[in-house]
């Protein structure tokens, strides 16, 4: 079932933004109920501290897996301290992704976990993998792409917790053939889909071409707001690109963006934006979503600005981020919210550019 949602109701939506509990659950509620407490507590994403680890493999052979059609899986040892000690779990690696899987030197990974192996560990879940999003290139440059990459799902997660969680990790690759540490570098795991839907008590919903109008209000504003902020325009909620679908069991049907590398707040040197959009850099913000009245906006653009603080002291207590960095990606968004606060602005750059067809 899909819902259908006016306008006027959006509002109305805002007030029951949390998900309320009967006292008459029916078995089926208590499942869900359930579920989500479990994916909400995976202990991966408890903390907020960089995961130190070491992942050994065949990286040779693997980082040779270039096409989409390439999905060989290679053994892989993960290392770990718990309590004084080294825990070892086996894991299965496969290339993944596309953009970055063709043009960077180090290929984003799916990483396969057993479930005996990670019983009791940090990597203990349901889920049968992870998604490794890996340092493209070497050198210093790269490292505060994604430290920068990271910090736009840390952002997310301040406006909404209908959002992936992330988790920072500090991977020291090891060559198996060798037993040569390659290096040490930052990347991030990624929360499983299974996990986020979950965590909506809904499933992932694989249906494409799904209009605005099914989705739901508060979630798709939120998102086309957060892509402007970050002046993110590499997604199609039509094709999915970059965006993961849920549907609850009532046919609340939510967007969940991923992927923020090709944006102007990271503003990697590989993206370019789509020539059909008529922007000349990744830098440029331009407002994808639907159509709303300045008075229907303004309690989404409350929310961001209640969070304003809170983003730019998560960008100044990132760790190993330099200053020029941090004073770029703090000047960025602040140019987001001196837009929002001026009317004109609002309407020329979101208002008006509104898509008008819905999709």
């Known amino acids: 079932m899909s819902l259908r949602w006016p306008g006027a109701l959006i509002v109305v939506i805002m007030s029951s933004f949390a998900l309320a509990q009967t006292p008459t659950e029916t078995p089926a509620q208590v499942a869900l109920r359930v579920r989500r407490a479990d994916a909400?507590?995976?202990a991966l994403f408890q903390s907020s501290d960089p995961l130190p680890l070491t992942l050994e493999a065949n990286f040779g052979v693997l980082n040779r897996e270039r096409e989409a059609e390439d999905t060989k899986v290679y053994p892989g040892l993960i290392k770990i301290a718990?309590?004084?000690?080294t825990v070892e779990i086996p894991v299965q690696l496969s290339a993944r992704g596309h953009l970055r899987r063709k043009t960077c030197d180090f290929v984003p990974l799916s990483v396969g976990f057993p479930k005996k192996e990670t019983k009791g560990t940090v990597f203990e879940m349901r889920a049968a993998g992870l998604k490794l999003v890996t340092q493209c290139s070497g050198?210093?440059?790269?490292?505060?792409?994604?430290l920068k990459e990271y910090l736009a799902y840390r952002l997310l997660n301040l406006i909404t917790?209908?959002?992936?969680?992330?988790?920072?990790?500090?991977?020291s690759y090891v060559d198996s053939t060798k037993g040569k540490t390659l290096y040490t570098r930052y990347a991030f795991f990624l929360e499983d889909d299974d996990?986020?839907?979950?965590?909506?008590?809904?499933?992932v919903y694989n249906h494409a071409n799904i209009p605005f109008i099914q989705l739901h209000p508060v979630a798709l504003i939120q998102m086309m707001l957060f892509e402007f902020m970050i002046g993110n325009t590499d997604y199609s909620i039509m094709a999915q690109h970059n965006v993961r679908i849920v549907e609850t069991q009532e046919g609340l049907i939510y967007p969940i963006p991923h992927d923020f590398d090709v944006s102007g707040l990271v503003h990697v040197?590989?993206?370019a934006p789509d020539p059909r959009l008529k922007i000349d850099d990744l830098s440029q913000r331009l407002y994808r979503g639907p159509c709303r009245t300045p008075e229907q906006l303004a309690p989404f653009l409350n929310i961001f600005r209640s969070k304003k603080d809170d983003m730019l002291?998560?960008?100044?207590?990132?760790?190993?981020?330099?200053?020029?960095?941090?004073?770029?990606m703090k000047t960025y968004l602040t140019g987001f919210f001196t837009l929002i606060d001026k009317p004109s602005a609002v309407n020329s750059r979101i208002v008006k550019p509104c898509i008008k067809?819905?999709?």
């Open 40 to 42: 909400e507590n995976r």
């Open 82 to 85: 718990d309590a004084g000690r």
């Open 139 to 146: 050198g210093n440059e790269y490292e505060q792409y994604i």
């Open 161 to 171: 917790p209908r959002s992936y969680r992330a988790r920072l990790a500090r991977v």
């Open 195 to 203: 996990d986020i839907a979950r965590r909506l008590e809904g499933k």
């Open 269 to 271: 040197p590989y993206g």
């Open 313 to 328: 002291a998560a960008i100044d207590s990132q760790a190993d981020l330099n200053k020029f960095v941090k004073t770029g």
């Open 357 to 359: 067809s819905g999709i």
